[in-house]
């Protein structure tokens, strides 16, 4: 078997790092294709060496631009090394432009795609992830899912039971691996040293990079506002280039730059950043990764987004969303960093992002679909069948694969009698109302 696996930013380069490392402990004949989005040694380079992974095979070395050059250019160097290389399935990661690129791609060449943190949904199409992460998952054969909320997000879209794999988020089983490792070390970077961190007991870290936020001034004035008032943390602000550019366009740069208890930095390596936000008392976000750690490392959590793909961060009550509202943001924060039952509750918040096993979970999970020749994209040949969507009350005792079995039938959905469910082979049926998919 071959395994393509297809990044180009930080955060992909983060979350694919532990499947990687699983894929090459397997000795499993892997290439990885950056497409070189990001291109700065502190947004790109620096990942490779923290996580221990090998560099790239390829680098496309697209570099910035509008979506449409970005995802062309993209496209055909994604297509000419696939063509060489002929794997057997392609990884894709979340929601960046190479995840769009590199399943349709794939998909138009008839190989396998494999969409790692599918099914996550904000149902907001302004946002150019959610274009992203919607045609990826047309374009999959197989999903390896986060949690089961987003594996409902996809059987409510129509997709097959079969093919959805809940692993849990790599996330955690790269904070796991990293963060014993990063506090043995401790430091690296040199900015951070000079700001003595250890030094400091109430650490904000902040970062903002979503072009919703930064390259809308007003939104971007509000969030600042609310960061003036807040003299009672050190805030830390590894900045990311987009928010860098557009903070100077604005003008804003020198003035937050200028705040004493705000202190900007460059992207700092994973490391580092671990242990910083490990640190904190509280996490300032639009990102969506770090939505994910803040509830892994404990940490309170405020969300500068309307809304979020990770809404079960929200249900378990370790993250807020405050939008780009300076009050919000204030009266949130000032509770967490002054009631302690309030901010006790936040850091408890039970994960559900799993127990860092989910790249294991994903690479069996491609074993399985190759030694069962699922990976092999034909045209059916067998003369078209029909169904009925049906609808039923189960009453016996009875398991998703046994009902299957009786009545030739695929279950879509099941609802508990309080919410939808995901239905696993060997779930009890016995009280749930269930739609399924029958064979004529
Ligand atoms: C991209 C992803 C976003 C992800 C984020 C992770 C898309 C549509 N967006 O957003 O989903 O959350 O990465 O950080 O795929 N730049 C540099 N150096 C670099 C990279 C970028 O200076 O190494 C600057 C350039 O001015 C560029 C701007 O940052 O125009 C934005 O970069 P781009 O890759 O287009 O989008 P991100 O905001 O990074
Ligand atoms: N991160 C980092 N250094 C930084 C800022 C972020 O290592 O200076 C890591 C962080 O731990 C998280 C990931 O980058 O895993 C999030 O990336 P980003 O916010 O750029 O993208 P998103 O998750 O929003 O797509």
């Known amino acids: ?67 449409a050059k970005q995802t062309g250019l993209m496209m055909s160097g ?76 996809l059987l409510a879209e129509g997709f097959s039971r079969k093919n959805l794999f809940i692993t849990g988020n790599t996330v955690v089983d790269a904070c796991f691996r990293h963060l014993e490792i990063a506090k043995k070390r401790g430091f690296g970077e040199e900015s951070l040293k ?17 072009a919703e936020n930064v390259d809308i001034k007003e939104r971007v004035t509000n969030i600042i506002d609310a960061l003036k008032e807040l003299t009672d943390v050190d805030i830390i602000f590894p900045i990311h280039p987009r928010t860098k550019n557009t903070l100077e366009k604005f003008g804003l740069f020198e003035e937050l730059n200028s705040l004493s208890h705000v202190h900007i930095v460059k992207p700092i390596g994973y490391l580092d950043f671990l242990l910083l936000t490990s640190k904190s008392v509280l996490i300032l976000t639009d990102s969506g990764g770090l939505q994910e750690e803040a509830i892994t490392l404990d940490v309170p959590a405020l969300t500068l987004r309307y809304n979020t793909e990770r809404p079960e961060t929200v249900a378990a009550g370790g993250n807020i969303l405050v939008g780009a509202n300076k009050e919000a ?21 039970v994960n559900p992002y799993g127990d860092g096993d989910a790249a294991v979970k994903t690479v069996d999970a491609i074993e399985k679909y190759y030694h069962e020749g699922k990976l092999n994209i034909t045209a059916p040949e067998d003369i078209m069948d029909s169904f009925t969507r049906e609808m039923t009350q189960i009453d016996a005792d009875i398991t998703v694969s046994e009902f299957e079995q009786s009545e030739n039938a695929l279950v879509h ?25 029958k064979r004529k």
């Not at 950056?34 to 570099?63: C, W």
């Not at 961190?197 to 990079?209: E, F, K, P, R, W």
């Not at 609802?415 to 109302?433: A, E, I, Q, Y």
């Open 1 to 67: 078997m071959k395994i393509a696996t297809i990044l180009g930013t930080r955060p992909e380069i983060i979350k694919m790092a532990p499947i990687i490392a699983e894929i090459n402990k397997r000795n499993i004949n892997h290439v990885v294709l950056h497409t070189g989005q990001h291109y700065d040694k502190e947004m790109s380079d620096n990942f490779f060496r923290d996580l221990e992974i090998p560099a790239p095979d390829y680098n496309i070395h697209v570099g910035s631009g509008t979506h």
């Open 78 to 153: 994604i297509e000419k090394i696939l063509l060489k290389e002929k794997p057997d399935i392609v990884l894709v990661q979340g929601d960046t432009n190479a995840v769009l690129a590199g399943a349709l791609v794939s998909a138009k060449l008839h190989i396998a795609v494999g969409h790692v943190e599918a099914g996550l949904r904000s149902f907001d199409l302004t946002m150019p992830e959610e274009i992203n992460r919607r045609v990826a998952d047309v374009c999959s054969v197989m999903y390896y899912i986060p949690t089961e909320e987003s594996a409902i997000n």
């Open 194 to 210: 000079e700001l003595d961190i250890d030094g400091m007991d109430n650490i904000l870290t902040l970062t903002m990079h979503r």
């Open 329 to 349: 943001i204030l009266e949130n924060a000032n509770r967490i960093l002054n009631d302690k039952e309030f901010a006790d509750k936040m850091k408890n918040a």
């Open 413 to 437: 959905m099941v609802h508990d009698g309080v919410k939808m469910r995901f239905p696993t082979d060997d779930m009890n049926l016995k009280g749930m109302m269930i739609t399924y998919d």
